[in-house]
């Protein structure tokens, strides 16, 4: 069966640091795997994805992600943290294949916090 | 990118009652539409499949009779939670996808039953 995995519940770093959410998947076939932001009581904003080619992917608001094939690793990371970074973060895989009507499905979520 | 509206934000209802939230495409066209559920704290957990015109596709566990869903436009679909009880209190939200595309969510709603 296809999953995604976040090990952390939450991460907590200060503002400044580099920050790094990690994730890993467990697919058939070619992983097309996204990254998503969700803030309290709101739906979920995308932030990138991996589809096919370099393996260091960039997204928005400073994210980046590296695709990682021989570890089945998506890790989320950014430079340089911000205190407005705090919510929650999905790492999620688009199974079967990257159709329309391919479902989305969603690891178990990572907190992060930032301190000022 | 594209953008998908849900409707209501929350929503509060009495036990017994049947509670209707939709799901709308703005400028685009979504022959299948998705229905996610979201405990406090927790992850989405996808409940079906919105297809136009057809059946809706249940994940395991989710009760059909209970969650009834009708996708009857190209840019609408609605979620219907029948003899809504406590247990229901989640908050719901949706999703569609252009071809090639990443997902798109609706906004959420919060259904409180009490």
């Known amino acids: 069966a296809q999953s995604v995995a976040q090990p952390e519940d939450q991460v907590n770093v200060a503002e400044g640091n580099p920050l790094t959410v990690k994730c890993t998947y467990s697919?058939?076939?070619?992983?097309?795997l996204f990254w998503y932001v969700q803030y309290p009581n709101r739906g979920l904003q995308f932030l990138l994805k991996?589809?096919?080619?370099?393996?260091l992917v960039k997204g928005s608001y400073g994210f980046e992600a590296e695709f990682n094939k021989s570890q089945t690793s998506f890790h989320l990371k950014k430079p340089s943290a911000l205190v407005s970074d705090s919510a929650l973060y999905f790492c999620?895989?688009?199974?079967?294949?990257?159709?329309?009507?391919?479902?989305?499905?969603f690891g178990s979520g990572t907190r992060l916090s930032i301190r000022p | 990118g594209a953008v998908v509206s849900q409707h209501p934000s929350w929503v509060i209802c009495k036990s017994g009652t049947s509670v209707k939230i939709e799901c709308r495409s703005l400028?685009?066209?979504?022959?299948?539409m998705f229905w996610y559920r979201q405990f406090p704290k927790q992850s989405l957990m996808l409940m079906a499949t919105?297809?136009?015109?057809?059946?809706?596709?249940?994940e395991q566990g989710v009760e059909k009779d209970k969650f009834l869903i009708n996708h009857a436009s190209l840019t609408l679909s609605t979620l219907t939670v029948t003899s809504a009880h406590p247990e229901d209190s989640s908050f719901y939200i949706c999703?569609?996808?252009?071809?090639?595309?990443?997902?798109?969510f609706g906004q959420g709603t919060r259904l409180t039953v009490v």
């Open positions: 919105s297809n136009e015109g057809s059946k809706a596709t249940y």
């Open positions: 400028d685009f066209q979504a022959t299948t």
């Open positions: 999620a895989v688009s199974y079967p294949g990257y159709s329309s009507a391919s479902k989305i499905i």
């Open positions: 697919v058939s076939g070619n992983p097309y």
């Open positions: 999703s569609a996808r252009l071809v090639g595309t990443e997902a798109f």
């Open positions: 991996y589809i096919t080619g370099d393996n």
